[in-house]
């Protein structure tokens, strides 16, 4: 039995840049309309979200662009395009809270991970994000490599 601090899904692909290229702001759940293949693919653990990101279409539709789930190597002639767009299921309510922060200056939907839930459904956490500036990136490492350095004088010591 896990911990209950532990969640109870297996992450299969994580976008770790997004958080140093973004400003992250409001995270959704959405589900992912995938076919067999991909579902295999995506258990085998094979995806990456890294350069992809999640658009908006003409009918209200959320779509993950440039998203690469590789072929599943046992299903020879009905195989998936790898990186073909994937409609995301979320509530007309949450699309349009996300369409109105893309209207906004700077805001884009970006992918943060694709996992499993404990149903075993596939899901994607996708968030609001504005781009940060080469100044905020520094900041943010001078951030990350100051609590480093805490850890370490702390563990020193003990």
Do not use: C
């Not at 140093?20 to 992912?32: K, P, R, S, V």
């Not at 350069?51 to 779509?63: A, F, K």
């Amino acid at each position: 039995m896990a911990p209950k601090n532990q969640p109870d899904f297996k992450v299969v692909a994580d976008n770790r840049r997004a958080r140093y290229d973004f400003e992250i702001g409001d995270t959704l759940e959405a589900g992912i309309m995938l076919t067999g293949t991909e579902v295999k693919s995506l258990r085998a653990g094979k995806a990456t979200i890294a350069e992809s990101y999640v658009g908006l279409d003409r009918d209200g539709g959320l779509y993950l662009i440039n998203a690469n789930i590789p072929e599943y190597l046992q299903a020879n002639r009905f195989n998936h395009e790898p990186r073909r767009p994937r409609k995301l299921l979320a509530k007309v309510r949450e699309i349009a809270r996300l369409a109105q922060g893309v209207e906004r200056k700077g805001m884009t939907i970006v992918p943060l991970k694709i996992y499993f839930n404990e149903k075993g459904r596939a899901k994607i956490e996708i968030a609001l994000g504005r781009g940060k500036n080469v100044h905020d990136k520094r900041e943010t490492e001078k951030a990350r490599d100051w609590k480093k350095e805490q850890g370490r004088l702390l563990r020193h010591r003990e």
